[in-house]
């Protein structure tokens, strides 16, 4: 969770400088969280 932090860190300081670079790690952020619940659930699904 600490990259999803970062990320959302950086996408805040990005906001300034570049909408689309911010947009485009907030985005990436964004993926990362649901992959992690994606792959909790399937490995908690598994026998």
């Not at 990005?14 to 947009?23: C, D, F, G």
């Not at 907030?26 to 026998?47: C, D, E, H, Q, R």
Request: hydrophobic residues 65%; aromatic residues 14%; without cysteine.
């Amino acid at each position: 969770m600490f990259a999803v932090f970062t990320d959302f860190l950086a996408a805040a300081i990005l906001r300034s400088a570049n909408t689309k670079a911010a947009l485009e790690t907030f985005i990436i952020a964004i993926f990362v969280i649901a992959g992690n619940y994606a792959a909790t659930w399937l490995t908690s699904k598994m026998p």
